[in-house]
């Protein structure tokens, strides 16, 4: 009778022993699943503001895109006409024209989200290879555009605008249409003279130094199209 009392409480205890490590793979499997819900939903939410930061880039990015090819077409003009031997336009049309080659393209990326995630390591979450290399592409591609609008920022203090505008104490006489100040007197409303002007080497190579800056900018602009649009395509395909 010991024996059989002795069986019975080990199967007990048995039976016991195994309904505790089954409840406690239980609970650990409703952790788990808990915390891969959460994840996948932070993963979810961070797609999503990852797509509307960069379809915002798509449109900020036409818009400029836009507007340089528009000064793009405005310095070609001026070109043409500048050193055409029969100019038909007026003087103050022509300076307006000029304005173009001195006009800045905008355009701030919205990084904020990436930027962010970045920080905390949610990045990680997209697990995706292709992702990583087209977000180290576009920043690649920011940069480079950054470092056209410094060039052309700084040329007004180094380079040919700035000698420009040393010799002529002011871009007054070139750019403005109307105005009274002693620059105008080099000029003043004489075509002849002020196309004797713009021939000379420094506002030519201002000019042309100009009008290379903003190509770059527009060929630049254009990439990071490009790159957002692949962007936004694998985050929208990473959520199937």
Do not use: C
């Not at 920043?139 to 505008?165: A, V």
């Not at 990439?223 to 199937?240: A, D, F, M, P, T």
């Amino acid at each position: 009778m010991e024996k059989n009392k002795t069986r019975k409480y080990l199967k007990y205890a048995i039976g016991e022993i195994v309904l505790v490590v089954i409840g406690i793979l239980i609970a650990l499997s409703l952790n788990n699943w808990n915390e891969s819900r959460k994840l996948e939903q932070k993963k979810e939410q961070l797609i999503l503001n990852l797509i509307d930061d960069f379809e915002e880039n798509i449109v900020q990015l036409k818009s400029s895109i836009d507007y340089s090819s528009s000064l793009s077409e405005k310095m070609n003009t001026y070109f043409e006409i500048s050193y055409s031997s029969d100019v038909e336009v007026s003087l103050d049309s022509l300076k307006s024209l000029a304005h173009s080659f001195f006009t800045p393209t905008p355009f701030f990326a919205s990084l904020t989200t990436y930027e962010e995630a970045k920080s905390n390591g949610n990045l990680n979450l997209l697990k995706s290879k292709v992702l990583s290399k087209e977000f180290t592409a576009f920043l690649s591609e920011y940069n480079f555009f950054l470092g056209i609008k410094d060039m052309g920022r700084d040329s007004y203090f180094k380079g040919p605008t700035w000698e420009l505008k040393k010799s002529t104490g002011s871009l007054y006489t070139i750019l403005k249409l109307k105005g009274k100040n002693r620059f105008d007197i080099k000029v003043g409303n004489n075509m002849d003279s002020y196309i004797k002007l713009i021939k000379t080497p420094l506002v030519t190579a201002t000019f042309e130094q100009r009008h290379e800056i903003n190509r770059y900018l527009n060929l630049s602009l254009k990439q990071l199209k490009l790159i957002s649009e692949n962007i936004v395509k694998s985050l929208k395909e990473s959520k199937k």
